[in-house]
């Protein structure tokens, strides 16, 4: 009985030992590679190209790329209307909540 028990003590240590390891190397190949490389964020303007929202939105995704870990490429994107709140529910309703989109808007006054 004892030979038994101990055999099994073995195999489970083994496949603790096994899926601890396993789960480790998988997590640091993971932590290695960024979320961010190879992919495209997407700046959403929600006014007309040429205008000052549109400006500070390609001068944003300009410079932002740098400070992103991976160093994805910032694409702007514009969608006129309603003075931006289609582009709004285009980001908040309809886009993927996978931190590929943002949205720049207008300050309030």
Do not use: W
Not at 4 to 28: C, D, H, P
Not at 35 to 43: D, L, M, P, Q, S
Not at 74 to 97: E, T
């Amino acid at each position: 009985m004892k030979d038994s028990n101990t055999e099994l003590r073995i195999a489970y240590t083994a496949v603790k030992f096994f899926l601890i390891f396993g789960l480790s190397i998988q997590s640091l190949s993971a932590a290695e590679r960024p979320f961010y490389e190879g992919k495209t964020v997407t700046i959403i303007a929600g006014f007309a190209s040429g205008g000052t929202i549109d400006m500070r939105a390609r001068l944003f995704a300009r410079h932002l790329s740098k400070y992103i870990a991976g160093n994805p490429s910032i694409v702007v994107q514009n969608q006129v209307g309603a003075g931006g709140l289609v582009a709004a529910n285009h980001v908040f309703s309809v886009a993927k909540p996978d931190g590929l989109r943002c949205y720049t808007f207008r300050q309030a006054r």
